[in-house]
Structure formats: structure tokens, C-alpha cells
């Protein structure tokens, strides 16, 4: 199987309630396990930034769902290649929230402690993403559940 990455960033839009972000989780994560996508979705009150790997197919036939899904607008992708291996392979669908862990690594990557995406260059994304996995990964005490945005 030929194994592609997709990285996108998008905004949300007023009809994305930030109380559904489990549900939207729980569902990607059931979607992507059938279809042989892993990766991770950060949201952070106004941006959306989803990297997923799998199939060439699976990949675009999710991000063409993903693409009419009205909750999130302005959507533009950053990255889009073949790749030898899965960066995510453990994660069905990761989650990465606001975190003050955020702020260290979005000046490491970005110059600016807010996150940004859409001023990002896509080699800063992925490595920002990588990052991010590595403290998840760890445990990290500041990673924050999604309904602590609310």
C-alpha cells in the first residue's frame, strides 16, 4: 500500500460548538480505524490543524468529507506527499488542545506564541506536530482535555 500524509489547517466557523469536540473525535477515530488512517487533530478556539496518513485513497476520500463538513472554513492544505512510514500509527485519530506547552513550541516553530498555522511554512507544521506527539506521548501533565476549552 502506497502511504500518503495530508496536512491541512482550517477556522472554525460559528456552527462548530466546542462542546462537540469528543463527539467529532470519537467519530474520526471509528471512521479512520475502518479505513486505515491514523493521525491527529489540534484545535485551538479558532484554528483547526489535522494531519492524517494512510492510503492515497482513504486519505482523499476522508478529506473530501472533511472538506464539506461546515463546521470549519478557509480550508487550505499545507503538506500533501508520499510517505515511507506512519509518524502516527499508534493514533486512530490524536488530540492536541491548548496547552501552555503550546506557547514554547509555537515560538519554536513560529516566532509567536499564538498559534498560527495558516503563517506557518509546512516543515515547521510537521515538526511543531512532532513535537506536540512527543509530549503527548510522555504524558504530559499540561496536555488538556477538549471540554477544559470551554
Known amino acids: 500500500m502506497e502511504l500518503v500524509r495530508l496536512i491541512y489547517v482550517s477556522s472554525k466557523t460559528e456552527a462548530f460548538d466546542y462542546r462537540e469536540i469528543n463527539n467529532l473525535l470519537d467519530t474520526a477515530r471509528e471512521n479512520n480505524e ?4 491514523t493521525g491527529t487533530l489540534c484545535f485551538s478556539r479558532k ?12 486519505v482523499g476520500e476522508t478529506f ?24 502516527f500509527s499508534h493514533w486512530t485519530m490524536g488530540y492536541i488542545g491548548d496547552t501552555d506547552v503550546n506557547e514554547e513550541i509555537n515560538l519554536k516553530y ?5 498559534f498560527e498555522p495558516y503563517k506557518m511554512s509546512p516543515e515547521s507544521v510537521l515538526q511543531w506536530l512532532l513535537d506536540m506527539k512527543f509530549f503527548v506521548e510522555r504524558g504530559n501533565p499540561e496536555h488538556v482535555d477538549p471540554l477544559d476549552l470551554l
Open 34 to 37: 475502518k479505513r486505515g488512517i
Open 47 to 58: 484554528f483547526f490543524l489535522q494531519y492524517l496518513e494512510g492510503s492515497r485513497k482513504s
Open 64 to 87: 473530501a468529507k472533511i472538506c464539506a463538513d461546515t463546521r470549519h472554513n478557509g480550508i487550505e492544505i499545507i503538506d500533501y506527499q508520499q510517505i515511507h512510514k506512519r509518524e
Open 110 to 114: 513560529s516566532g509567536n506564541i499564538e
